[in-house]
């Protein structure tokens, strides 16, 4: 009987794993961060540490996703934690449980940077400068290790890495002491109807329209504009959307006769003709 060769023991990697969770309160709409790293050596043991980040004023939870991810990987490059570990890491790999960070990586590095940061239909790229700087950050880690950002399960798996990290960017949305991420004004809205993008067709029609909230995207060099209808004549009367506008003038809690584009994918305002009163009649449509 022949004798079996004795299987080879392959070595476990020594990873770096960093988990990171982003957090935005509604009331008040701070936004906070949680960072924890965990370092795993060839025996599977496992030795983790936090990174207490103080919150922003204002924030989306989107933009906290993308903050915790770029504060991950600039701790990487400062070595602001156990930088023997680091060094003995054989790669990193950052955990998100936004699929909205996850899913972009790939477009932000190869199709939204040769496109002027615009997508498929033409729209801007949305928190654009955060994903230029996640970019640039994920290139400076990756010439210190193999880097590798990756979708996983929230707080709510069971994980308990993902649950601390919860709990961290939960804790740092209330010392909101940092600026905004980004500057946005807002006015609260008067209709009863959520935002529903696509909502209003974009048919070359001229409405009245109040801005609810105006945001100046500098990357891309327009603007973006939620509004509701005001138009009592117009089907879409009531109805929250968003459209984009080179006029960077259109206030919030303001009103405006404004010309539409026709092209619903990639909404647009053609031009603001002028500002009206709330008291006065509204143009027939």
């Known amino acids: ?54 919150g922003f004023q204002t924030a989306t939870n989107n933009e906290m996703e993308l903050v915790a991810v770029i504060s991950a990987l600039q701790a ?49 790229v949305a928190n654009a400068d955060l994903w230029m700087d996640l970019v640039r950050n994920l290139q400076k880690a990756r010439a210190i290790k193999p880097v590798e950002i990756k979708w996983g399960k929230g707080h709510s798996s069971g994980n308990p ?7 961290l960017a ?30 209003v067709e974009m048919l070359g029609q001229r409405l009245t329209v109040r801005i609810i909230a105006a945001k100046h995207l500098r990357k891309q060099k327009t603007s973006q504009y939620t509004y509701e209808v005001v138009s009592p004549g117009s089907r879409y009367f009531g109805n929250v959307d968003v459209a984009f506008s080179g006029d960077p003038q259109m206030r919030p809690g303001h009103r405006y006769v404004v010309s539409m584009n026709r092209d619903t994918a990639a909404p647009r305002i053609v031009r603001c003709h002028r500002e009206v009163a709330s008291e006065e009649p509204q143009p027939p449509q």
């Open 1 to 54: 009987m022949a004798r079996r060769k004795p299987t080879a023991i392959i070595p476990r990697e020594r990873v770096l794993s960093v988990y990171t969770d982003g957090s935005s309160v509604a009331r008040g709409r701070h936004g906070g961060i949680g960072i924890r790293f965990v370092y795993c050596d060839r025996d599977g043991n496992e030795e983790a540490w936090d990174q207490v980040e103080d």
């Open 76 to 124: 990487v490059q400062r070595k602001t934690f156990r930088h023997d570990l680091l060094d003995q890491a054989s790669k990193i790999e950052v955990f998100t449980d936004s699929d909205y960070v996850a899913s972009n990586v790939g477009r932000a590095i190869y199709g939204w940077r040769k496109s002027g940061w615009t997508t498929r239909d033409g729209n801007p």
């Open 161 to 167: 890495h993902n649950q601390v990290v919860d709990k």
């Open 170 to 199: 939960k804790q740092s949305a209330r010392r909101a002491v940092r600026p905004p991420v980004s500057v946005s004004t807002v006015r609260r809205k008067m209709s009863t109807k959520p935002l529903e993008r696509g909502s």
